[in-house]
């Protein structure tokens, strides 16, 4: 039954958001048409949410794959998330499902009342708790139940800090951030409110009338893509498959890369039509007062400018981090550039920034929280030799990295006990 729930809607979104969206809906009484028509459409936007962050990864993921080859870190047996699971998934999904428990019973009767909703995260946090315990010599209950407890701190904790920085970029205090992007975030809007200034925003450049199409996100994004493909084409020629021709190799991947933002944005926007308002039900009825913590997708489309200069700014300030990290071999382990944490948690970060600091802020904090992403990554890398390294090495630098670092520290306290 647990593996049965794990599956088929605690790790499914569109499912679990769905019938998240059908509770609220049925909580406040709502007829039948109403209750089916919220419960598909919440479904539906993140679905549209995923395709688009699908296309989106699947255009960064090759520049990825060509520096992990240059670097020669392919993904060896034992340091992945693959075979990691394969042995500790059943303590996994444990400590996901007792964490969970913990997680609603903090926002029912404590002062911080927010819920996770960012599906996949429900299972990567706990992954990366039990993955800190067996580093630290833990097995059995206390594996699992100190992975629970941290799952459940973090689940709570994070989108609580992160909220007040949330309504400053959005207007909006329905909503909180639920990503691991939280302390690249925090980090950014600090920086940015000390150095920024809000009169100067990112969504306020002028460009020449010839060249306001820029002003369209997706037409930036693709563009942004196209040069670092090409630039990736000339630097590493190996990362283009034999018969293939890198100039339309590159421009596919910016056209994939802007059609991918616009069915995300999308899908933000229709989740978080139908989302919120049903939300309200639960948080009247069973959790008081609690705000729904999404995935960082959710504020691209209030800062889509903020966007693209934070993930410009990270990609060239960690890229010049890793490659003086790795030539004075400062970690002994060989990183790669972030590409995707560089997009996700560093675009994040981004428009957290330019709302405390506009344009100015946004550049400053996005650079400042770039440096603490690739110490990050190095450090846990480091701590997670023995079982998900190489996956820290793609994915890290951010809460996973921070939170799998404090774990690992604590877990080494109970292995002595």
């Known amino acids: ?50 395709a688009g962050v699908g296309m ?29 699971t394969g042995t500790y998934g059943g303590d996994v999904g444990l400590a996901m499902f007792i964490g969970l428990i913990l997680h609603l019973l903090i926002a029912r009767f404590t002062p911080i009342k927010t819920i996770f909703l960012t599906g996949h995260m429900l299972w990567w946090f706990p992954f990366i708790f039990v993955a800190a315990g ?12 100190t992975s629970a407890v941290f799952s459940a701190l973090y689940w ?5 800090l992160l909220r007040k920085y949330v309504f400053a970029v959005t207007g909006d205090e329905s909503f909180t951030l639920g990503h691991p992007t939280g302390i690249l975030s925090l980090i950014s809007g600090f920086v940015a409110s000390k150095v920024g200034d809000k009169k100067k925003s990112t969504e306020d450049m002028k460009l020449p009338q010839g060249l306001s199409f820029f002003r369209e996100i997706s037409i930036t994004g693709a563009v942004v893509i196209f040069i ?9 020629p190996a990362s283009v498959a034999k018969g293939q021709n890198f100039f339309f190799v590159s421009v596919n991947q910016g056209l ?37 913590a999404f995935d960082c997708p959710i504020i691209f489309n209030y800062k889509p400018n903020a966007v693209l200069i934070g993930f410009i700014t990270a990609m060239v300030t960690s890229t010049i981090l890793v490659m003086i990290c790795n030539g004075a071999g400062v970690f002994h382990v060989m990183l ?10 560093c675009g994040a970060a981004a428009v957290i920034g330019e709302g405390q600091g506009g344009m100015r802020g946004c550049i400053i904090g996005t650079a400042v929280a770039a440096v603490v992403m690739v110490a990050l990554v190095g450090i846990s890398a480091v701590m997670y030799s023995g079982t998900i390294q190489n996956w820290m090495l793609i994915f890290g630098g951010n809460d996973l990295s921070l939170f799998g670092i404090i774990a690992r520290l604590i877990d080494k306290l109970f292995a002595v006990v």
């Open 1 to 50: 039954m647990m593996d049965f729930i794990t599956t088929n809607i605690l790790r499914n979104p569109p499912v679990l958001l769905g019938l998240i969206a059908m509770l609220g809906l049925i909580l406040q009484k709502k007829n039948i048409a109403e209750i089916v028509k919220g419960t598909l459409l919440a479904a539906f936007g993140m679905v549209i949410l995923n």
């Open 56 to 84: 989106l990864v699947g255009s960064i993921s090759p520049i990825n794959a060509a520096f992990q080859s240059l670097a020669g870190s392919g993904t060896a047996q034992g340091l992945n998330d693959v075979t990691f």
């Open 134 to 145: 067996v580093e630290a010599g833990l097995r059995g209950p206390v594996l699992i139940g």
């Open 156 to 160: 709570s904790v994070m989108p609580w």
């Open 228 to 236: 670092m493909f090409i630039a990736v084409g000339l630097i590493i």
């Open 256 to 292: 994939n890369f802007g059609a991918g933002l616009i069915i995300m944005l999308q899908g933000v926007r229709m989740l978080i039509n139908q989302i919120v308002p049903a939300f309200k039900g639960i948080s009247e009825k069973l959790v008081p007062n609690a705000l729904p």
């Open 336 to 345: 790669i550039p972030l590409v995707i944490t560089s997009f996700f948690e």
